[in-house]
C-alpha cells in the first residue's frame, strides 16, 4: 500500500477511517481521511485510490473493493 497519503493521518483518524471502510461507510470515510489530511487537501481520486488499497489490506468486499477489481 502507497502510504503517502496514510501517513499524514492520526493514528485516531486512522482507526475511525478503518471502522467506517469496515462499515461500508465509504463515503464517510472518504471526507474523514481528506479533512483529516489538512490543506492542501488531496485530490479525491487519490483518496479512493488510497481507500481501495486500505480495504484490500482490512480485506472488506464490498463497492470500492469491487470497483478496484473492475478496473
Known sequence: MDDA????????AGVEVDELITA????????VMREHIGLPRPALWDCVEALQERADVLEVSG?????????
Open 5 to 12: 497519503l496514510w501517513s499524514k493521518l492520526s493514528v485516531e
Open 24 to 31: 461500508g461507510r465509504n463515503v464517510q470515510a472518504l471526507k
Open 63 to 71: 463497492p470500492m473493493r469491487s470497483r478496484a477489481s473492475s478496473d
